[in-house]
């Protein structure tokens, strides 16, 4: 019996820390002017809004193509702008000029611009 009840207590320990963290966003569709759907999660901090991928590639929406784009960082200073590219989610780019930009590298921006 007291075997019992130790497991329900470990296994109610473990559920309840796991359902402490708060989930994560679920990615949405979204279409491109061609049709195409993409699946990315919005994202919002600090006065920005960008969309990530499911491999953490930055992404914004390009207004003027009506397209989703791979998103340029643009330093201005202590601050920093999230730009189209002109690359499309999905099409591949063989572009020196361009790399594109994660979500990780982002937040390491972010957070070395806010100290």
């Given amino acids: 019996m007291q075997t019992r009840f130790m497991v329900f207590i470990i296994t109610f320990a473990i559920t309840g ?13 979204f279409n491109q002017s061609n049709g195409d759907q993409i699946h990315l ?3 919002k901090a600090d006065g920005l809004q960008w ?3 499911h491999r953490g590639e930055v992404v ?7 397209n989703y784009e791979y998103a340029r960082v643009l330093e ?7 730009l189209p590219s002109g690359v499309k989610v999905g099409e ?6 361009f790399s594109i930009t994660t979500q990780r ?8 611009k806010s100290r």
Avoid: H, W, Y
């Avoid at 963290?21 to 569709?29: G, K």
């Avoid at 914004?60 to 009506?66: A, H, L, M």
């Avoid at 201005?76 to 999230?82: A, M, S, V, Y």
């Fill in 17 to 29: 820390a796991a359902s402490a963290t708060p989930p994560a966003r679920p990615a949405q569709i």
């Fill in 41 to 43: 999660q919005r994202m």
């Fill in 51 to 53: 969309f990530v991928t």
């Fill in 60 to 66: 914004v929406f390009n207004k003027q193509s009506g």
């Fill in 76 to 82: 201005d200073g202590d601050q920093f702008k999230l």
């Fill in 92 to 97: 591949k780019t063989e572009s020196t000029q």
């Fill in 105 to 112: 590298e982002l937040l390491k921006l972010r957070n070395k």
